[in-house]
């Protein structure tokens, strides 16, 4: 009956998202000067997107066959249970996975690129106007997001009952949202970093001006870097930390017979897309009021219901409530991280404050100080992750109790801590939305009523942006846990022993443990530094670019002769393609080679040293880049000399510094500790079986 | 008979070193008003520290005191052996390596002080003379260090016979070499960046330049940070090394009964330093010769003399090569980790070069590009180190061997690394002592060819840096994983079992390790972030304080009145001293709290965790700040519009942003992740017996 009831849901939240995007569509468009410059984002949006799904699609469909043959046929010839007869499970599952991370991601950015014009339109009407218009277009997301995932795995449930056949689904989904946040990162930073750096500080005119080549290619990267990547990202996040949940509940089904452990992680589910349904009604606002009020009651609302219908189903399915206290850690976990991120990257409190003080002894002093607020802003949330992780294992599993139910509970408490990502997904789509309704606002020339009615909305959009971060990465960082927990429950399911027995294989004191994690460590820094190398190439194309055209196109700098801003949108476009393939590369590959090379035990070590050093240098971008960006505002707001000062200007190269690291290599670290156990799962079998040393 | 000649050759070094030392001291100063500069710095570096090693000796005494009320007492109540009678061996054994670390520290920083000005003042008569002075005073330090270390080592060795005993002597020498590292790091780079910002970039007056307030404070930071720091690092890594070496021999001198596995290291250490002595012989230039060949002869004759002596000792004692095999790892590991090094940090090749090509679009790009490679760097040397762990362990315990056999190879490549270390010494603290030398010709205003020579031998002397801190974090790594498994060793004597049946307490997927891993990976971060936060204060107030002199002291910039260089000394020591007291507290409560609440697997977790985070972020920063100072030299040569160019002003704040990295925070992790190791060695048996769930 769950799995039902979580397929009734998944539609509903599939239907609602429909019904949310036509309450849109029916805003209109604005003026005649609003359409051309939406006409010129959709366009540039779509070419983006079409051309990275066209390359995603076909290295997809290569892979999908690859597992096919490769993995499931290999599991077929060693009679894998589920493998009676041979089924391409994983490349099947695999390709819908991918598809459906691809379907998330698209979605999110279409409906991104008609909110943003309808939202600015909307708010000639006023504050109530828009805030319903933008936040309408991040609830189709939000609820489109946890639909597909909650709809595909239920679906391969009902249909294979064992989560181990379409744990491709899970990597599928992985594999598209690194990519399309490698890519699109890159992509909307070196448009930003390019525009601002010429447009702003060196010719001095204003953001979002449309005599600035690269201001259409920046409004595209927008919306194909913060909407689509960050759609694909949760979409993943979601689909495998509740295959994970399933994988982890698999010994515990195969110990008591009893499928209860395989469908709680589908009706938690369930019960997260009701209560986000019903927290989505109550965020409003009347004109005047406090739009940021308005969408913390629908966080809270959901939470709370969330929790009510956790609590009653845990009961009624164990008899028990130890598993609803480890979904209670997930929950509390969401609040710790967002109170410290709060503290490290705004600017009302001494971190932030002292980054804009630093700034007027210039540049370098602005960025040795944001650099330190960034490593230290790590360490609190990575307490927070530690202590929820011993804590939701020890009140599903007991203090000397059981192995399987402690796993199990840590992946309850990830699931948990997704439970509000429908509502999350909603507010954060929200916040890029009216960021570029107020792009458009700013190039269509409106009246600068809208602009602030768009900029206070945009504001509440840095909050809740900060706090999807944060949510992002902690959640990234419990999913990859019971991801690592279940990839470790495979390799001893291979050897046919129970995880027990093969604890000191996994031990510190191996060398191969001990290769692996300090190789692990290595991985996430390269990958982080790819990304960023790439944003450094794109934006410094651009820069070149933009240089180039304020110089020999006469009449563009008084508005006389358009820019190209073709060539921008270009010029984007292909470092993002060309600078996700190493990177994208290495993510498959590492496990790969250290798993057939060092054996099972080795990549253990390989994931959780990544997990390790991956946690800690996501949050410290992050928060660094956040707090670079607000002791910039916090220095236009008066202080320190307030814009156009010394101090402003270096307050600005710590905000660009700070772009790629939260918006392209932080967020990308997400997905990339994520894939690498799913992929390791996958193989884990194979692994097991064909490596010497075993 | 092996701990003899060990003694002997410790002897030996330490009559060597003063003979070098009365070499140096016999040469003239020079001029009235070289005399006066040297005066100048030698009160700042002794006031300095002065005042450190008071603090210090405070804190170490009271630290001694506790160890010897609290571990000694407990120990000997315990009834571990050795303890049959009280004796503060913990207590007594750390205060005596606190005091020879501080001692190798003051050494240093005094003869670095004598022979810059004599540097300076033999560099009139030419070439030969300058690297006779200077390679006499690199020398005295890497003969003090490793004669100190394996003299202590010795001495306890013949006294007490049992290596547990005396790890406090490996204790108290990470503990002055941290606070050295920190404290020393944050003066010489306070001083300095803000001495280049406002003297540099804002006055455009050239380095070393008399009128600049703070450039008696940058030459004090020479000779305390990069020199006293360097020195008590290395000793350090020396000594606990050495003890590693020497626990993990325990366990097979337990079951073998032979003291060999104890002596064994001892004798690594005096063929070293035999082979030291005549490889220093061969340091000699012929004037119009090239220094860098004359140095690389020097290290090439003693590690190949060195590498012969491992040989024969090793066929002699074991009548077996396979721990020779695996010291060669050590060896070979020296020698790949100098290529990549040299690959990220040079500017000959394209990531130093990409810096400067970057620094066109301006800092921002700069600093993009520059993270990026930094990030990037730590890659290939740490898949050398993981590599060279799991070979060091197989070569000398067989692919399914001993662990113990396998552990010991791993403390045996981490010594042979260190055979060389008294010549890689010798070699990087000629490079300050030229440095300095320069400072002081151009303060003195000598004859610019006096300056041509001391530059001459200073590009060397970057070389070798560069070398030599690559050199201190690989070897920091392999010996703080020797550590590491020392104190896993510790923990399964005193739950008096063998090591392989603790093993599955130690598994990843025990949720007390993972909660150990995730926190090791965060402490590394939020050590080096509060490092670099005291030298952005530092700086900050130096720059205040310069440009205030700069603008109320009339004359200044004619050279008429003298500025206040005392202040500007004030300010660095105060930021020093301040700035040490929370990275040293968090090193030395961590373990304390993580052990006692968690237990010691966690704690094993937390070790481990801050070894793999550690290692790339040291990296990180070791080869980010020196590629961003070449892309800037780079560009100095007259590449991408050369001096004062928009290109030069942003390598200038990428330089500036790299300095805090590769000085301070850099190489304060190395002796950070041995100290922490060290400190749970010497309480493992406490924690063991008073945790509840260990």
Same mark, same amino acid.
């Given at each position: 009956m769950y799995p039902l009831i979580a397929l009734v849901a998944s539609i509903i939240a599939l239907l609602s998202a429909a019904g949310a995007a036509f309450m849109v569509l029916a805003k209109p468009k604005g003026t005649e000067r609003m359409v051309e410059i939406y006409e010129a984002i959709k366009q540039g949006a779509k070419a983006y997107m079409g051309r990275q799904y066209k390359t995603l699609l076909t290295f997809m469909i290569i892979l999908s066959v690859i597992f096919a043959l490769a993995v499931d046929y290999g599991y077929f010839v060693s009679g894998r249970e589920g493998y009676e007869i041979y089924f391409p499970h994983t490349g099947l599952s695999f390709l819908v996975g991918a598809i459906f991370s691809a379907l998330a991601g698209y979605v999110g950015m279409r409906v991104a690129v008609e909110g943003n014009v309808r939202t600015a339109n909307s708010a000639k009407s006023g504050l109530k106007e828009a805030l319903g218009t933008s936040f309408k277009g991040g609830l189709v997301m939000g609820l489109c997001m946890v639909g597909l995932a909650l709809l595909g795995v239920t679906v391969f449930y009902l249909a294979w009952r064992n989560p181990f056949l379409f744990a491709g689904f899970g990597f599928g989904g992985s594999l598209v949202a690194l990519f399309a946040r490698i890519g699109g990162g890159i992509y909307t930073k070196s448009a930003d970093v390019g525009a601002d750096l010429v447009g702003k500080v060196e010719a001095g005119i204003p953001e979002d001006d449309p005599r600035n080549p690269a201001v259409i290619a920046d409004a595209v990267g927008d919306n194909v870097g913060d909407v689509a990547g960050m759609a694909a990202d949760i979409f993943e996040t979601y689909a495998v930390t509740l295959i994970g949940a399933m994988l982890l509940g698999w010994p515990l089904f195969k110990q008591t017979g009893s499928t209860v452990f395989l469908e709680y992680p589908l009706l938690l589910g369930a019960i997260a897309i009701f209560s986000t349904l019903v927290g989505a009604l109550v965020v409003r606002v009347r004109e005047g009021g406090d739009p940021t009020s308005a969408i913390l009651r629908g966080i809270a609302?959901?939470?709370?219901?969330?929790?009510?219908?956790?609590?009653?189903?845990?009961?009624?399915?164990?008899?028990?409530?130890?598993?609803?206290?480890?979904a209670m850690i997930g929950v509390v976990l969401v609040v710790?991280? #967002?109170?410290?991120?709060?503290?490290?990257?705004?600017?009302?409190?001494?971190?932030?404050?002292?980054?804009a003080e630093a700034s007027q002894a210039g540049p370098a002093i602005n960025l040795i100080r944001g650099l330190a607020n960034g490593l230290e802003s790590a360490i609190f949330p990575i307490i927070a992750i530690a202590l929820s992780v011993v804590g939701a294992y020890m009140l599903a599993g007991g203090m000397y109790g059981d192995v399987g139910m402690g796993m199990y509970g840590v992946a309850i408490a990830a699931m948990a801590m997704l439970s509000i990502a429908g509502i999350i997904v909603s507010v954060d789509a929200y916040g890029p939305i009216v960021d570029n309704a107020g792009g458009i606002a700013e190039m269509a020339e409106l009246d600068p009523k809208v602009r602030d009615i768009t900029d206070t909305l945009d504001a509440v959009g840095n909050t809740t942006k900060a706090l999807t971060k944060v949510f992002a990465i902690g959640s990234a960082g419990l999913a990859a846990l019971a991801l690592l927990l279940a990839y470790m429950e495979e390799v001893a399911t291979y050897r046919g022993v129970m995880l027990s027995e093969l604890a000191s294989r996994l031990a510190l004191t191996r060398p191969d443990v001990i290769l692996g994690l300090i190789l692990g460590g290595g991985l996430t820094f390269v990958f982080a530094a790819l990304c960023m190398k790439a944003v450094g190439r794109g934006a410094f194309g651009m820069v070149t670019e933009v240089r180039r055209q304020f110089k020999e196109i006469?009449?563009?700098?008084?508005?006389?002769?358009?820019?190209?801003?073709?060539?921008?949108?270009?010029?984007?476009?292909?470092?993002?393609?060309?600078?996700?393939?190493?990177?994208?590369?290495?993510?498959?590959?590492?496990?790969?080679?250290?798993?057939?090379l060092f054996g099972p035990y080795a990549l253990a070590g390989l994931l959780i040293g990544s997990?390790?050093?991956?946690?800690?240098? #996501?949050?410290?971008?992050?928060?660094?880049?956040?707090?670079?960006?607000?002791?910039?505002?916090?220095?236009?707001?008066?202080?320190?000399?307030?814009?156009?000062?010394?101090?402003?200007?270096?307050?600005?190269?710590?905000?660009?510094?700070?772009?790629?690291?939260?918006?392209?290599?932080?967020?990308?670290?997400?997905?990339?500790?994520?894939?690498?156990?799913?992929?390791?799962?996958?193989?884990a079998g194979l692994i097991v079986a064909t490596v010497f040393f075993a």
């Open positions: 609302v959901t939470a709370i219901l969330a929790i009510a219908g956790f609590y009653y189903a845990t009961w009624q399915l164990f008899n028990s409530l130890n598993l609803f206290y480890a710790i991280l #967002a109170i410290f991120t709060n503290y490290y990257t705004s600017y009302k409190y001494s971190p932030t404050k002292a980054i006469p009449g563009i700098m008084e508005g006389k002769s358009k820019p190209d801003y073709a060539r921008c949108v270009d010029i984007a476009t292909r470092t993002a393609l060309r600078g996700m393939a190493l990177p994208g590369a290495i993510v498959i590959l590492s496990p790969i080679v250290v798993g057939f997990i390790v050093s991956g946690l800690a240098l #996501a949050l410290m971008m992050a928060n660094g880049g956040a707090a670079w960006d607000n002791a910039k505002k916090y220095i236009e707001t008066g202080t320190f000399g307030g814009k156009r000062s010394p101090a402003h200007a270096a307050a600005v190269v710590g905000d660009t510094v700070g772009d790629p690291c939260k918006d392209t290599a932080g967020p990308a670290i997400n997905p990339m500790i994520k894939a690498i156990n799913m992929i390791s799962i996958i193989l």
